[in-house]
């Protein structure tokens, strides 16, 4: 056994020794619990001043304040986001509507009081004086912490608002309560005198975790903004929204009204504020999985729609001319895989009638391989391809082929300087540039033109308005023959990397972040803490399954989801591009007659009545 080994076994784990520390705080926080649910809503609110006043003051320490201030928010949450619903008559559709026969007699009368006011005066039900007894009484008719009428955090939630306080990452099982944990650390940095950005990733749950965590704040004297992607950019709308004590959005428009701001010519003029702490939702997508990703402000430079057209005609000749090059190298890239797959298939063979296959197909793999080499030797290759860094390059012969068809002599003399990106850009758009995966055409709203709107591929959500820079977009268009629009130059750019490294403070919170640890503290130096649930996982979390070819994979996963969907289950089937959620859709209706909604870039507008059902 190692020395490390020994240490850990002795003393514990770095996570453990963490979560030890937690759980002091969390009986501490507990501990203080049943004098803050005796306070009344006027006295919590002052107590939350006096609080913010003595950290800013240095009359008090964090350590001595955070087991208070979170029993304060965790109250402040449980009453009005969860009790004060009894009142609510707005009733939505996971609204219930709640019984006052349960309460005893002098509770009744409290809550028929209530009620009165409500009527006479036209209160709303969040700002209504309620006695801390009503509170008591309907806790112990609901003592589960459970939607609509109860929302008190868990204490395993105490300790992720706590990993995230101290600008760590808490690694939170999916069901855990996520929504609640960034509050809990929000608040405590709002009262140590920071501006709190929570980041999400869309605009639906921007809204909705915002406008459901707001009561809690606003009920304790603090405010709660939300940035939407239809607000005007520099608006004093967003200004408002920026200056609220803690705000929420998504990454790209934290991100793109700090490069607004910056090309601002006046302070004055800036809306978003100090960038003093942030909890990045979904943590690993974010930092890690689109941290090279830049965010460009683009303006316009020239109008070279005749050039981007003239540079596709070409590109299309040259894609056909070397046709069979493609073909030969499909043959080559198909046997190869065989020959690996049948060197898989003969190490794992049970019996020597399995190996004797599978090196039969390893023979014929290789004859596969050895004739479309042989194939290829009399062919000529125009371009090549990187796939992985999406780039497409012409060979000295497909600049020789390129240069005849567009009939203007050298590419690299005079005013031909231009012809070699423009081939580049548009070999890009037809040969690594997907329709229905990297984008949509559809018809624009404002122009009702049919245009080329870019999808996301980390969320697939259309990006209208967004254009590809470098003349990327125009060729895409140019392919796709609708209207190209001006080219673009770049003004501003970042990182998201970049940018959330200008934070004074970071955390945040996913399901899955161990795996990605070792970048998580080289990049950002901010260490993962692994939280356990609130209750024992029954979950089975099975392993992967591996298909020989694709087609096996698609049949397996149609079969099971008519299984389960028989049932009685809901199921959700994650897929990589629009093209391909419309092909399991295909395969659903023509084999099993299922029936189904699918959400994609062309339906995202449908998300939330989609998810609802």
Same mark, same amino acid.
């Given at each position: 056994?190692?020395?490390?080994?020994?240490?850990?076994?002795?003393?514990?784990?770095?996570?453990?020794?963490?979560?030890?520390?937690?759980?002091?705080?969390?009986?501490?926080?507990?501990?203080?619990?049943?004098?803050?649910?005796?306070?009344?809503?006027?006295?919590?609110?002052?107590?939350?001043?006096?609080?913010?006043?003595?950290?800013?003051?240095?009359?008090?320490?964090?350590?001595?304040?955070?087991?208070?201030?979170?029993?304060?928010?965790?109250?402040?949450?449980?009453?009005?986001?969860?009790?004060?619903?009894?009142?609510?008559?707005?009733?939505?559709?996971?609204?219930?509507?709640?019984?006052?026969?349960?309460?005893?007699?002098?509770?009744?009368?409290?809550?028929?009081?209530?009620?009165?006011?409500?009527?006479?005066?036209?209160?709303?039900?969040?700002?209504?004086?309620?006695?801390?007894?009503?509170?008591?009484?309907?806790?112990?008719?609901?003592?589960?912490?459970?939607?609509?009428?109860?929302?008190?955090?868990?204490?395993?939630?105490?300790?992720?608002?706590?990993?995230?306080?101290?600008?760590?990452?808490?690694?939170?099982?999916?069901?855990?309560?996520?929504?609640?944990?960034?509050?809990?650390?929000?608040?405590?940095?709002?009262?140590?005198?920071?501006?709190?950005?929570?980041?999400?990733?869309?605009?639906?749950?921007?809204?909705?975790?915002?406008?459901?965590?707001?009561?809690?704040?606003?009920?304790?004297?603090?405010?709660?903004?939300?940035?939407?992607?239809?607000?005007?950019?520099?608006?004093?709308?967003?200004?408002?929204?920026?200056?609220?004590?803690?705000?929420?959005?998504?990454?790209?428009?934290?991100?793109?009204?700090?490069?607004?701001?910056?090309?601002?010519?006046?302070?004055?003029?800036?809306?978003?504020?100090?960038?003093?702490?942030?909890?990045?939702?979904?943590?690993?997508?974010?930092?890690?999985?689109?941290?090279?990703?830049?965010?460009?402000?683009?303006?316009?430079?020239?109008?070279?729609?005749?050039?981007?057209?003239?540079?596709?005609?070409?590109?299309?000749?040259?894609?056909?001319?070397?046709?069979?090059?493609?073909?030969?190298?499909?043959?080559?890239?198909?046997?190869?895989?065989?020959?690996?797959?049948?060197?898989?298939?003969?190490?794992?063979?049970?019996?020597?009638?399995?190996?004797?296959?599978?090196?039969?197909?390893?023979?014929?793999?290789?004859?596969?391989?050895?004739?479309?080499?042989?194939?290829?030797?009399?062919?000529?290759?125009?371009?090549?391809?990187?796939?992985?860094?999406?780039?497409?390059?012409?060979?000295?012969?497909?600049?020789?082929?390129?240069?005849?068809?567009?009939?203007?002599?050298?590419?690299?003399?005079?005013?031909?300087?231009?012809?070699?990106?423009?081939?580049?850009?548009?070999?890009?758009?037809?040969?690594?540039? &997907?329709?229905? %995966?990297? +984008?949509?055409? *559809?018809?624009?709203?404002?122009?009702?033109?049919?245009? !080329? @709107?870019?999808? /996301?591929?980390?969320?697939?959500?259309?990006?209208?308005?967004?254009?590809?820079?470098?003349?990327?977009?125009?060729?895409?268009?140019?392919?796709?023959?609708?209207?190209?629009?001006?080219?673009?130059?770049?003004?501003?750019?970042?990182?998201?990397?970049?940018?959330?490294?200008?934070?004074?403070?970071?955390?945040?919170?996913?399901?899955?972040?161990?795996?990605?640890?070792? &970048?998580?503290? %080289?990049? +950002?130096?901010? *260490?993962?803490?692994?939280?356990?649930?609130?209750?024992? !996982? @029954?979950?089975? /979390?099975?392993?992967?399954?591996?298909?020989?070819?694709?087609?096996?994979?698609?049949?397996?996963?149609?079969?099971?989801?008519?299984?389960?969907?028989?049932?009685?289950?809901?199921?959700?089937?994650?897929?990589?591009?629009?093209?391909?959620?419309?092909?399991?859709?295909?395969?659903?209706?023509?084999?099993?007659?299922?029936?189904?909604?699918?959400?994609?870039?062309?339906?995202?507008?449908?998300?939330?009545?989609?998810?609802?059902?």
């Amino acid at each position: 056994m190692g020395f490390n080994k020994i240490l850990t076994k002795v003393f514990g784990s770095r996570n453990e020794r963490l979560l030890k520390k937690y759980w002091r705080r969390v009986e501490a926080i507990n501990a203080i619990e049943p004098k803050i649910q005796a306070m009344s809503d006027d006295e919590l609110r002052a107590r939350t001043l006096e609080l913010h006043d003595g950290l800013l003051d240095k009359k008090l320490t964090q350590e001595e304040v955070l087991p208070e201030a979170f029993a304060i928010i965790r109250e402040a949450m449980d009453r009005n986001i969860g009790i004060r619903q009894i009142f609510n008559t707005e009733q939505g559709e996971f609204q219930a509507k709640f019984d006052p026969s349960a309460l005893p007699a002098e509770a009744r009368a409290m809550y028929d009081a209530v009620q009165q006011q409500l009527i006479a005066t036209g209160e709303h039900y969040l700002k209504v004086p309620i006695p801390t007894e009503l509170y008591n009484e309907v806790r112990k008719i609901y003592p589960e912490s459970r939607p609509p009428f109860r929302a008190r955090c868990f204490d395993v939630q105490l300790i992720g608002g706590m990993v995230l306080y101290d600008g760590r990452i808490a690694e939170m099982a999916t069901g855990e309560g996520k929504t609640f944990v960034a509050p809990l650390a929000c608040f405590m940095r709002v009262l140590s005198g920071s501006h709190c950005h929570v980041v999400t990733v869309n605009d639906y749950l921007v809204r909705r975790d915002a406008m459901w965590v707001r009561q809690a704040f606003e009920a304790l004297g603090l405010s709660v903004g939300f940035i939407q992607q239809d607000m005007e950019p520099g608006g004093d709308t967003r200004r408002a929204q920026y200056q609220c004590d803690i705000t929420y959005g998504t990454n790209s428009e934290f991100g793109f009204d700090y490069l607004r701001d910056n090309m601002k010519e006046r302070a004055d003029l800036q809306v978003q504020g100090p960038l003093d702490f942030a909890i990045v939702d979904e943590v690993d997508s974010i930092l890690i999985d689109e941290a090279r990703t830049p965010l460009i402000i683009s303006g316009f430079a020239r109008d070279d729609a005749p050039k981007y057209k003239a540079a596709d005609e070409v590109a299309r000749k040259v894609i056909a001319l070397n046709k069979p090059w493609d073909e030969a190298e499909k043959i080559v890239d198909a046997a190869k895989r065989a020959m690996k797959a049948s060197e898989g298939d003969m190490e794992k063979a049970k019996n020597k009638e399995e190996k004797e296959a599978a090196r039969k197909r390893g023979e014929a793999a290789l004859k596969q391989l050895e004739e479309g080499e042989k194939k290829k030797e009399g062919l000529t290759q125009y371009f090549e391809v990187e796939w992985d860094r999406k780039s497409v390059h012409l060979t000295h012969e497909g600049i020789a082929k390129a240069q005849e068809y567009a009939g203007v002599g050298s590419f690299y003399v005079g005013a031909n300087m231009d012809w070699p990106h423009l081939m580049e850009q548009s070999m890009r758009a037809h040969v690594v540039y &997907e329709r229905d %995966k990297d +984008y949509v055409v *559809e018809r624009g709203e404002r122009t009702n033109d049919m245009e !080329v @709107v870019i999808v /996301d591929e980390y969320t697939g959500r259309k990006m209208t308005g967004r254009q590809w820079s470098d003349g990327l977009h125009q060729a895409v268009e140019a392919k796709e023959r609708v209207t190209i629009k001006n080219e673009t130059q770049t003004l501003a750019t970042i990182t998201l990397q970049n940018f959330f490294k200008l934070y004074k403070a970071l955390s945040g919170m996913t399901g899955t972040a161990q795996t990605e640890a070792e &970048e998580f503290s %080289k990049i +950002y130096r901010l *260490e993962v803490v692994t939280i356990p649930t609130n209750r024992p !996982v @029954v979950r089975d /979390d099975n392993e992967d399954r591996v298909y020989r070819k694709e087609g096996e994979k698609w049949t397996a996963i149609i079969d099971e989801i008519k299984e389960v969907s028989d049932a009685g289950r809901p199921v959700l089937v994650g897929t990589t591009s629009v093209e391909k959620s419309e092909m399991v859709s295909r395969l659903l209706t023509r084999k099993h007659g299922v029936e189904h909604e699918v959400l994609n870039a062309k339906q995202h507008e449908r998300e939330a009545h989609i998810v609802v059902k």
